[in-house]
T-cell receptor, first 115, second 109 residues
């Protein structure tokens, strides 16, 4: 049973380009969470999604960031017109469809570097 | 904010010693979780303790929770070099755990 998978593991973009980060949850999990981690910092919640629904996006920047979790395929975190401040590790986590999350299982993360 | 804050920020010990990390939070919680993060890796879930529990064990890990003081501690006994990592507590109120900045543990062989 594969764990949470994220790709790419490392992504380098120039300022103004778009970054697309993918997350495939664990088998049987229908809840996905995205977090951002800056160096020497804890994880900051960004968005919580279920299939085809955004449940909570209170941690998402108002501009340039969007997330989706389609019926088929991985969850995508999209960052448009990236800036240097977007450089960080982005982690995805998933949990089973229990309706109330206790434990989240984390992927290895995508490290985004904006030049 | 329900954010957990770990203390100390950094801890350096010798192999075989015990390591204790603390976490404090501000509002009522349903549960508290501890995670480990090795350098450059994702988080690994270690243990969850619910608000009606006071102590929980898992191998060399012992977690306590004092809801009256809004604090938790993680004890790693007989530490090993492989325990070197950052440790985060995450407090759960609704469904989104809120992470602190972590304790960086270095275990010297």
């Amino acid at each position: 049973n594969a764990g949470v998978m994220q790709n790419p593991r490392h992504l380098v973009r120039r300022r103004g380009q778009e970054a697309r980060l993918r997350c495939s949850p664990m088998k049987g999990h229908s809840h996905v969470y995205w977090y951002r981690q800056l160096p020497e910092e804890g994880l900051k919640f960004m968005v919580y999604l279920q299939k085809e629904n955004i449940i909570d996006e209170s941690g998402m920047p108002k501009e340039r960031f969007s997330a989706e979790f389609p019926k088929e395929g991985p969850s995508i975190l999209r960052i448009q017109q990236v800036v240097r401040g977007d450089s960080a590790a982005y982690f995805c986590a998933s949990s089973p469809p229990s309706g109330r999350t206790d434990t989240q299982y984390f992927g290895p993360g995508t490290r985004l570097t904006v030049l | 904010s329900q954010q957990g804050e770990e203390d100390p920020q950094a801890l350096s010990i010798q192999e075989g010693e015990n390591a204790t990390m603390n976490c404090s939070y501000k509002t009522s919680i349903n549960n508290l979780q501890w995670y480990r993060q090795n350098s450059g890796r994702g988080l690994v879930h270690l243990i969850l303790i619910r608000s009606n529990e006071r102590e929980k064990h898992s191998g060399r890990l012992r977690v306590t929770l004092d809801t009256s003081k809004k604090s938790s501690s993680l004890l790693i006994t007989a530490s090993r070099a492989a325990d070197t990592a950052s440790y985060f507590c995450a407090t759960g109120g609704s469904y989104i755990p809120t992470f602190g900045r972590g304790t960086s543990l270095i275990v010297h062989p």
